[in-house]
């Protein structure tokens, strides 16, 4: 089991509300993802960092934010929640040299009303 | 564009059997093919990964082939069990720019 954790694992919010994903590792791992994911379609990267201070852009289009302050945390941050954005939200993280496979959280299940 | 595709169908396999799934891609050329497995609501397990230069990879009942030419790899499980029922993901790593990218799984049922 990876100690990759995410909270809350589920949430339930109503549309135009600001909300924060947590992420947290300990493995020190330097690189940490963000993917969105509905059921039965593919992981789409929204963010990723190579480590503290560097946030990128995926490829998914997206309308959240993340920041980097220290190693083990990697939240994401939705300024005004739409109902466009329910769906599963996987945080991961991996080693800075390759190969880099991934390991993941749990996941949060976000609806918004 | 890059694709990746994998048995959209689910796969019903007897309990003892090889179950054998299928990931071909397009317009990409990866360094590195992973395997990883997903339970439902859960985060993905990551499970092998195989080079572009080797051509098959063992761990325990799971077995990983890859071959650049038909641009396909193949995810073994022998004897198989019903605690293998899972969704079963390939991603791709291309070495260059730092994503990966991943298909949309295919689900197997291992039938007691």
């Known amino acids: 089991e990876a100690d990759i954790y995410q909270t809350p694992r589920y949430l339930v919010i109503g549309t135009g509300k600001k909300i924060t994903l947590e992420c947290s590792q300990t493995m020190g791992h330097d690189k940490m993802y963000w993917y969105q994911q509905d059921p039965g379609m593919e992981l789409h990267l929204i963010h990723y960092?190579?480590?503290?201070?560097?946030?990128e852009k995926g490829d998914l289009s997206s309308e959240s934010t993340v920041s980097r302050i220290r190693t083990e945390h990697f939240p994401l941050t939705l300024e005004s929640a739409r109902p466009s954005h329910t769906s599963q939200y996987l945080c991961?993280?991996?080693?800075?040299?390759?190969?880099?496979?991934?390991?993941f959280g749990p996941g949060t299940r976000l609806t918004v009303t | 564009s890059q694709k990746i595709e994998q048995n959209s169908e689910a796969l019903n396999i007897q309990e003892g059997k090889t179950a054998t799934l299928t990931c071909n891609y397009t317009?990409?050329?990866?360094?590195?093919l992973q395997w990883y497995r997903q339970d439902p609501g859960r985060g993905p397990v990551f499970l092998l990964l195989i080079r572009e230069n080797e051509k098959e990879k063992r761990k325990e009942r799971l077995k990983v082939t890859f071959d650049t030419t038909l641009k396909q790899s193949l995810f073994h499980i022998t004897a198989s069990q019903p605690a293998d029922s899972a969704t079963y993901l390939c991603a791709l790593d291309n070495h260059r720019d730092d994503k990966i990218i991943f298909g949309k799984g295919t689900r197997l049922h291992i039938l007691p």
């Open positions: 991961a993280s991996s080693e800075l040299r390759l190969p880099g496979e991934q390991y």
């Open positions: 960092s190579y480590g503290v201070n560097s946030t």
């Open positions: 317009n990409y050329s990866p360094a590195y």
